[in-house]
Structures are given as structure tokens and as C-alpha cells.
């Protein structure tokens, strides 16, 4: 099996942000909001729901309108990338409903068990200390509060990581296809990750390979 490429935390430079912001993921990130409202239906009604790595802010405003009790804490690192995911809230009108805070885990301040969800997209693989995410989820999220974390799955090799690139994204822009690739390299394998939940006290989650490229780390805190 090929070993971990690390990539850099962030992604926010200005090309990044504007391939990502004007990317259409309609269907993965629908498909995403999709299994959570599956996995854990009408929940939250209410409340609040914490959205770690929010990008562009996509999937959060998704989640906004199917759970449209609730309000929303989105954490990202970059702040280019914060300018697109304002732009979008206010573009939905769910300015009102959503609350944006720069910060790198685990240095984010968040209050302690009080998220009554907490999602995560595509930001595990980033975490040069991936034991920051999960001592976030395990600080923030109330007691039996849902838990939902999608990411990408590192391939056996470089030769795969380029096929899976060549099959999912192909029409995409150059910089988006780069950006998979490495991303590929430096995502997380299933042992590794559960790995990772035990020595953080979170053994107690499910994690499954969903697809050739994804896995997800679901349950209640």
C-alpha cells in the first residue's frame, strides 16, 4: 500500500478558492446531505449543528435549508476562502441562520458540548495532526449528538490515485484535477483512521469505505 503524501493544510489561494467556489459538486455534495438526512432523519430539528472545514460553504447552506430548525457554526482556516463561503450564505439569504469563524483545529474556539451535530467534508485528509479533528468533534459535540465526517480514501498507488482522476474528474479545470490528485496522496486509510478514533476516545464510530474514493466516520458522540 502506498504510504501517506501530505499535502498543505490549507487551500486558499485565490485560483483555489475560485475553482472551488464556482465548481459544480451538486451532485457528490447533494449525495452527502442525502445520506446524512438517511442516517440520522429529521436530526437535528432543532438546534445547532457545527460544519468543520467549511470551504465555500456548499454543504453548509445545504444543510441549512433541509434542516431549516436549526442554525449553523461554520469553521474554516482560510480566509480567502471564508470571503467565498460569505459571499454564498448571503447570496442564499441564510446570513441570518449562519455564523462564520476563521481558525485552525484545534485552536478554533468553540464552546464545549454544545453542537447538537457535527459534519465534516473533505477536511480530514488536509490535517498534518489528524488527532485535531477528532478532539474537536469530541470537545464540541453534545452528549449523543449525531456525528457525520466524509473524506477521501488514499489509493494503492500513484498509478491508481491518476486513474481515479482520470474517471471522477476529467472535465474539470487543471487546478481542480491537481488539487484530487494530491489530495488522493494524502488521504487516510480506513485502519488508519479508526486508528485514530481509538487513541482520541471515539472507537465508538462506524467507519466504512463508501465508495472507491471516500470513506465516512459516522455515530453519535
Same mark, same amino acid.
Given at each position: 500500500?502506498?504510504? !501517506? %503524501?501530505p499535502e498543505p ?5 485565490e485560483?483555489?478558492? =475560485? #475553482? ?5 459538486f451538486?451532485?457528490?455534495?447533494? &449525495?452527502?446531505? #442525502? ?6 432523519p ?6 445547532? %449543528?457545527?460544519d *468543520?472545514?467549511?470551504g465555500p &460553504?456548499?454543504?453548509t447552506? !445545504? *444543510?441549512?435549508? $433541509?434542516? /431549516?430548525?436549526?442554525? *449553523?457554526?461554520?469553521?474554516d482556516?482560510?480566509? /480567502?476562502? +471564508?470571503a ?5 450564505? !448571503?447570496?442564499e439569504?441564510?446570513a ?9 483545529l ?7 458540548a454544545?453542537?447538537?451535530?457535527? $459534519?465534516? /467534508?473533505? +477536511?480530514l485528509?488536509?490535517?498534518?495532526e489528524?488527532?485535531? +479533528?477528532?478532539?474537536? %468533534? ?15 480514501? =488514499?489509493?494503492?498507488? !500513484?498509478?491508481?490515485a491518476?486513474?481515479?482522476v482520470?474517471?471522477?474528474? &476529467?472535465?474539470?479545470?487543471?487546478i *481542480? ?29 462506524? $467507519?466504512?469505505a ?12
Amino acid at each position: 500500500m502506498m504510504e !501517506r %503524501i501530505p499535502e498543505p493544510e490549507l487551500m486558499d489561494s485565490e485560483a483555489q478558492v =475560485r #475553482a472551488y467556489a464556482e465548481a459544480d459538486f451538486d451532485e457528490p455534495h447533494g &449525495a452527502c446531505v #442525502a445520506d446524512f438526512c438517511h442516517r440520522f432523519p429529521n436530526e437535528p430539528a432543532a438546534g445547532r %449543528i457545527l460544519d *468543520l472545514g467549511c470551504g465555500p &460553504a456548499d454543504i453548509t447552506c !445545504r *444543510l441549512a435549508r $433541509v434542516r /431549516n430548525g436549526t442554525t *449553523l457554526t461554520a469553521v474554516d482556516a482560510g480566509p /480567502n476562502m +471564508l470571503a467565498a463561503a460569505d459571499q454564498r450564505i !448571503r447570496d442564499e439569504g441564510l446570513a441570518h441562520r449562519i455564523e462564520l469563524v476563521e481558525g485552525r483545529l484545534p485552536g478554533a474556539r468553540l464552546p464545549a458540548a454544545s453542537f447538537d451535530a457535527v $459534519v465534516s /467534508n473533505s +477536511l480530514l485528509h488536509h490535517m498534518a495532526e489528524p488527532h485535531a +479533528l477528532w478532539q474537536t %468533534i469530541a470537545h464540541a459535540a453534545r452528549p449523543g449528538a449525531p456525528v457525520y465526517v466524509m473524506d477521501l480514501m =488514499r489509493p494503492s498507488s !500513484r498509478e491508481a490515485a491518476a486513474r481515479l482522476v482520470e474517471e471522477h474528474a &476529467a472535465g474539470e479545470p487543471e487546478i *481542480l484535477q491537481q488539487d484530487f490528485y494530491n489530495s488522493l496522496l494524502a488521504a487516510w486509510r480506513p485502519g488508519e483512521v479508526r486508528q485514530q478514533l481509538a487513541e482520541t476516545g471515539l472507537d465508538h464510530l462506524s $467507519v466504512e469505505a463508501l465508495s472507491d474514493r471516500h470513506l465516512l466516520v459516522w455515530g453519535r458522540r
